[in-house]
């Protein structure tokens, strides 16, 4: 399920603070002052730790749809660090604006490609009974850095072997009428494409094996 995630900025400030800056500023204007505050007005994608100057007012409306854009997206799918940098990107941002904003997301929890990987790294063992190396590929093709990827994979909560065997045994069910090496190459191969790689071979031999009595039934004369 994918995060359900808060505007973290008001397209306005506080009444109040409206209020105080107005009546700031009509003090700076009956004292004469030369300088008055003439600061950009605030919009969503400003927070406490980024002060208005540090985006051009007339690219603020620009960051501003840009973020809400992102938050859309991350509603109704959860994003890798790079995917939301692109996404950033598409929607017009220059690469200092995109990190800036990706670098708050960060900080808010929005984004975290660790977090992702376990979550689709999950999905691949319990609903499609993915190895390691499909389930590598998959989450490299969702820019998710190397490091974080076998930092995830590490924390598989069972042998890869194992679940290559049991994968193994239900399709090795379904051939029992076949030649035994007919059998095993098509058995292998499914294993393989399923990201098994070195275990395939060994646990395809190993769920036909036990299936030898089914294949070979002993007749009595």
């Known amino acids: 399920m ?3 995630i808060p505007l973290f900025g008001a397209s306005r400030p506080p009444q109040d603070a ?3 800056d107005a009546r700031t500023r009509e003090a700076d204007a009956e004292a004469g002052d030369a300088s008055p505050r003439d600061e950009p007005a605030w919009h969503a994608s400003w927070i406490d730790d980024v002060a208005p100057a540090d985006v051009p007012e007339d690219r603020a409306e ?3 749809e840009a973020e809400q854009l ?6 109704t799918r959860s994003l890798s660090v790079r995917e939301a940098r692109a996404a950033l990107t598409q929607a017009g941002l220059d690469a200092a604006e995109a990190d800036a904003l990706v670098e708050r997301f960060l900080g808010n929890g929005y984004l975290d490609d660790a977090a992702l990987a376990e979550q689709l790294m999950h999905k691949a063992v319990a ?7 499909a389930i590598a590929q998959s989450l490299a093709q969702r820019g998710i850095p190397r490091d974080v990827i076998d930092a995830a994979l590490a924390e598989l909560p069972d042998d890869e072997s194992d679940r290559a065997l049991e994968f193994a045994r239900t399709k090795a069910r379904g051939m ?5 090496d007919v059998a095993l190459r098509r058995l292998a191969g499914q294993l393989a ?9 060994s646990a395809a031999r190993q769920a036909l ?3 030898v009595p089914a294949r070979r039934p002993v007749r009595f004369e």
């Open 193 to 201: 494409r399923r990201g098994f790689g070195s275990s395939a071979l």
């Open 70 to 75: 992102l938050l859309k997206k991350l509603r």
């Open 2 to 4: 994918a995060p359900v």
């Open 18 to 20: 409206r209020e105080a």
């Open 62 to 64: 620009l960051v501003d």
């Open 127 to 133: 609903r499609k009974a993915q190895g390691g190396q």
């Open 176 to 180: 029992t009428g076949l030649d035994r």
């Open 209 to 211: 094996d036990e299936q």
